[in-house]
């Protein structure tokens, strides 16, 4: 999901981030005085608070669980270990699909791996499919079945009622360009 994303997001505060995008306001109007160096930061900053906005967007909607087991540790403000990633990958997008709710799924860190490499994937109806390379491997590998079998993987995707669902072209993208049937 996240191949090509150009860094976590980085924990800021909301006060923080709009502090930041008034800086960042403030430097676009002052464009033409910018250096190549400050311009590449400049652009970077805007990436990263558009990708702290959409982590937090994407982890809100998921009801701060993975998607794909229930995985919810923290209950406060301490790591959730969970990953607010791309359905349709990042360096794929276009800026608006970038930020776009519907196009991020949270998840611990094994599924999301998981799904970012085409092991797993989403239908339109929510269903969780599996590859047959991991079907395979589940067969070989006590650890990989453990995290991957029934007990562990629901078999429909786990979203709150009042949840967007992800966006069908990103679930297509997904499946032409990602899952490994
Ligand atoms: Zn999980």
Known sequence: MRSGWPGRPCGASGAAEAALERELAAWSQRQDDLTESATERLLWAHVRVGQHRFAKDVLSNCGRACVFCGFALADGDGPSLLRASHIKPWKDSSHRERLDVTNGLAACPTHDA????????????????RSARLEAAMGRNDGVRRAFEPRALRSSLALPTEA?????SFIRWHHDYVFAA
């Open 164 to 168: 967007v669902p992800p966006g069908e």
């Open 114 to 129: 998981a799904f970012d490499v085409g092991l797993l994937t989403v239908d339109r109806d929510l269903t969780v499919r």
